[in-house]
């Protein structure tokens, strides 16, 4: 029985060594540009976003974990009103209706939004304004775009501008996950919502 037990566990550990993904090298980019870095509560991340998101003159990509700030959603819907292409990746779980989500907001306005379903959590926060530029800008780092991150968490935020190999690299990930992300054109789009047989940890 133990000999049967043990050839059950090797044959699952083959399995999953053959399921998991080659690993890619990492990217190693030449240092450049200039570094905006924002603490909070300190410093306002928030406001440093709208200033970035109000500098925009072509394209502004989001991929956003938590997404509840109104001011956030407002920046954008003024950016898309003015002709800039904005779109939007959020995790599905963490920004259903009931969670206080600015998804409606931003669907409404006409907002391309596309959730990720792929993984156990989305965990990324970032904003990428104007790659194709060489006054491209990338927002990332531990901020989420809601109030609490603003006003009651200890938060970083790093906004690297003048850096169009960066701002590319981040583009291109950023499209990696759209193309596996599901579009949506109403809130009745959503997928079902995973139990918690599905294995989500929690990350609030």
Do not use: C
């Not at 970083?156 to 599901?182: G, K, V």
């Amino acid at each position: 029985m133990r000999l049967r037990l043990l050839g059950w566990l090797a044959l699952g550990l083959a399995a999953q060594a053959v399921a998991a993904p080659e690993r890619e090298p990492t990217l190693n980019l030449p240092a450049q540009g200039r570094v905006e870095l924002a603490f909070s509560p300190w410093n306002d991340p928030e406001q440093a976003l709208l200033e970035a998101i109000d500098g925009a003159r072509e394209q502004i990509l989001v991929q956003a974990y938590l997404f509840t700030s109104k001011p956030l959603a407002r920046g954008l819907i003024a950016a898309h009103r003015r002709g800039v292409r904005v779109e939007v990746l959020l995790d599905a779980e963490s920004n259903r209706p009931n969670s206080l989500s600015v998804m409606p907001e931003l669907l409404n306005a006409g907002i391309p939004v596309a959730v990720e379903t792929r993984y156990n959590i989305a965990h990324n926060k970032l904003m990428i304004i104007d790659p194709a530029s060489r006054h491209g800008a990338v927002a990332t780092g531990s901020y989420n775009f809601t109030r609490s991150a603003r006003v009651a968490n200890a938060e970083n935020m790093l906004i690297l501008r003048d850096n169009p190999a960066l701002a590319q690299a981040y583009a291109r990930n950023w499209q990696r996950h759209r193309a596996e992300a599901l579009r949506l054109d109403s809130l009745d789009d959503l997928p079902a919502k995973r139990g918690k047989q599905d294995g989500r940890e929690s990350d609030r």
